[in-house]
């Protein structure tokens, strides 16, 4: 559990509802961790005037006390609650309210693609493209803070294009475009997973050239200058 841009990471455990092929959370142990160190690094982090809190996994709310977290995060001062989702739980609108409800007011989604067959393929968990996007619609209808995070590999990066054009028409604002990390399962063949660096420019040029890209706040993580 890390201290993060003066807020504090709060690691709810490894636990995924999907099965990532890049995966940089991977363990074999499917740990949860236990509610009592939860609160206690929510506490360290207000003696130390944190005003930030962010909720990562693994997957964060497959943790049953999430909602109870974000309402203690809440009513001991914290101002910005985040949760790093891949967002398919908030396909239903009743959960989504409630977190929403408790004080969690910043989401970070994951989607790789707005392909189902190319974003089932990475997350090897069919259905899972519909339930996340299903999930950043109803997240939309109550909160401007959402959040893309696309990671970049060589199953999806000749897609950024219409993937991109895809959640512009949902209504997504910010997306961040993330390279991706050779950790995790991708540690030992990290060259299966990155594409080549001179077709990835190809498909980038388009994308900041793109007019009608320019209302969105892009943002550009890992991604080699040359």
Request: contains cysteine; aromatic residues 10%; hydrophobic residues 35%.
């Amino acid at each position: 559990m890390v201290k993060r841009y003066n807020g504090v990471d709060i690691l709810l455990g490894k636990r995924c509802n999907n099965n990532c092929r890049h995966c940089s959370a991977y363990s074999p142990q499917n740990k949860i961790f236990e509610k009592n160190k939860i609160i206690d690094e929510l506490l360290i982090g207000k003696k130390h005037n944190k005003n930030t809190v962010f909720f990562s996994g693994g997957e964060p709310t497959m943790h049953g006390d999430l909602i109870n977290f974000i309402k203690f995060a809440k009513t001991i001062g914290y101002v910005n609650i985040m949760v790093a989702s891949n967002g398919r739980l908030f396909i239903y609108e009743n959960y989504c309210k409630k977190i929403i409800e408790a004080g969690a007011n910043i989401f970070y989604i994951a989607i790789f693609s707005t392909k189902e067959r190319v974003h089932d393929y990475i997350t090897r968990t069919k259905g899972s493209c519909k339930q996340s996007l299903g999930g950043i619609k109803n997240l939309l209808k109550f909160s401007e803070n959402v959040y893309i995070n696309i990671v970049i590999m060589k199953d999806n990066f000749k897609y950024l294009f219409d993937t991109i054009d895809a959640l512009l028409n949902l209504g997504i604002k910010h997306i961040n475009l993330s390279m991706v990390r050779p950790e995790g399962k991708t540690e030992d063949k990290y060259n299966d997973f990155a594409p080549r660096l001179s077709e990835l420019r190809i498909q980038l040029n388009k994308i900041v050239s793109e007019r009608k890209f320019k209302c969105l706040n892009t943002t550009f993580n890992r991604i080699p200058l040359c």
